[in-house]
């Protein structure tokens, strides 16, 4: 072959080249136009390159090869979820009748909607206590089967398949189903991820209860308390001392639990061994009164706290059966009120002492800090230590506070001392709980969650 046709043969490949140099070049701009067209959340994912080739993953595992010619497969889509039954408003699950903080809760927040304009009604589940059934206060607002749209259930998931099974999955069927729960430990139990699939949010009294059910929850979870009504607003009176055996001329601190709440937890010897470190057993100018509810449950530990106290004789030991309004009654002829709790979900009982005005000496730990601080209280340090056994829900090594006794028998010394000092404190008090407490604003919120879901 001469050179003449070697030359026409490599410029004849030179055009062939540059030709397809062209269509590639058109291709891809062809191509980087169609993908602008796109937009990102088309594509829904992260994109990975591998050498020349890139590729696209969408949440739905679908693969893409740019130039390749393969298509999009459709993402699959998720069916709607059922269509709610019922009329606009609540029904609340829980112990609307009980003697308990649970059962106060539950009357506590049926108000709160109610002020607000919500449409509620009460399913009682009080054949499943162990406490007093006594409180018919709320009996006019009792169903016996779910009629609106959302279900809050006012009690703990260690309850529900109990109350499902003892009235009915009609309660949280085709229903928006709010679990409201209390919690005072670190962690919540592990058992409680049985209940997720009967809820699809969860509120709380406290950023204390928020923050832990969070950390493990799979559904939103809002802090949403209810409004704390002042017991004297409710027909309370202020009380005779004698009626409750208690004399007319000492400074009386209160302190309060029930055993159904775990004696250990609520620590009442706490309280006790701190206003002994303050007066001693013989002071007549002081008193401790230690009110105890459900007295027969309390196992060695209350047996425990009856020993320490016998021989005191300025500790009054109070354990008949009382109503809330007989409880509030006690409370308003006491001057100071203590808890020295280890963990609390709310503190309910410190709430209602700050509302009715009374100095609160509280340690300064989990659901009683949102509405107790100085300046409105008289929070007491405290150092975490490890549960050292399994009490009821709460198993052993799980965190919970050791109240600084000593730092307790100050703030009581202090307030025996300068009455002033507690007359102040129990104004900021009434005045925290009116203010950041209030049922009508509580309830309120309650309402704007409610018609954000679409209950109402």
């Not at 005005?357 to 230590?385: E, H, M």
Request: net charge positive; aromatic share 8%.
């Amino acid at each position: 072959m001469g050179p003449r046709s070697r030359k026409n043969e490599e410029s004849a490949a030179d055009a062939m080249s540059k030709r397809a140099a062209r269509h590639r070049r058109t291709r891809r701009a062809a191509s980087r136009a169609r993908k602008g067209s796109r937009t990102r959340s088309q594509w829904n994912g992260a994109v990975r390159k591998s050498g020349r080739t890139r590729r696209r993953y969408t949440s739905g595992r679908a693969r893409v090869v740019a130039g390749g010619g393969a298509q999009l497969a459709p993402l699959p889509v998720a069916p709607p979820p059922p269509e709610l039954e019922g009329m606009p408003g609540v029904q609340i699950v829980g112990f609307s009748r009980s003697d308990s903080g649970l059962g106060e809760a539950c009357r506590l927040q049926a108000a709160s909607l109610l002020s607000a304009g919500v449409p509620a009604s009460i399913i009682s589940c009080d054949s499943l206590s162990m406490g007093n059934a006594s409180d018919l206060s709320w009996a006019h607002l009792e169903i016996g089967a779910p009629v609106h749209k959302c279900t809050i259930m006012q009690f703990n998931p260690d309850y529900m398949l109990h109350v499902l099974g003892r009235l009915g999955h009609q309660l949280v069927d085709r229903k928006h189903t709010i679990g409201y729960w209390h919690w005072e430990m670190t962690d919540i139990p592990d058992s409680w991820s049985d209940s997720w699939p009967y809820v699809r949010e969860i509120w709380t009294p406290s950023r204390f209860v928020r923050d832990v059910v969070a950390m493990k929850s799979p559904v939103p979870v809002l802090t949403m308390p209810y409004g704390i009504a002042v017991p004297a607003a409710r027909g309370v009176q202020q009380s005779s001392r004698a009626a409750y055996g208690l004399p007319d001329d000492s400074f009386l601190f209160l302190t309060m639990f029930d055993t159904h709440s775990f004696v250990e937890r609520k620590n009442p010897i706490g309280a006790l061994d701190a206003f002994l470190h303050a007066f001693g057993a013989i002071n007549p100018a002081v008193g401790l009164v230690v009110k105890a509810n459900h007295a027969n449950a309390g196992g060695a530990a209350l047996e425990l706290l009856k020993q320490r106290i016998a021989g005191c004789r300025n500790v009054y030991w109070i354990e008949a059966p009382m109503t809330r309004q007989q409880t509030a009654g006690l409370l308003a002829c006491c001057d100071a009120y203590v808890s020295l709790h280890r963990a609390e979900g709310f503190g309910l009982a410190i709430a209602e002492a700050m509302a009715m005005s009374k100095p609160v000496i509280a340690t300064d730990w989990s659901g009683n800090t949102d509405f107790l601080q100085l300046g409105n209280g008289c929070p007491v340090r405290y150092t975490l230590v490890p549960n050292p056994v399994t009490v009821g829900p709460y198993q052993a090594g799980g965190w919970w506070a050791d109240p600084d006794l000593r730092h307790a028998a100050s703030y009581m010394e202090q307030l025996v001392s300068n009455r002033g000092i507690g007359y102040r404190l129990g104004a900021a008090a009434s005045h925290t709980i009116a203010s950041l407490y209030n049922p009508a604003v509580l309830g309120a919120a309650m309402r704007s969650r409610l018609t954000e879901i679409g209950v109402l």
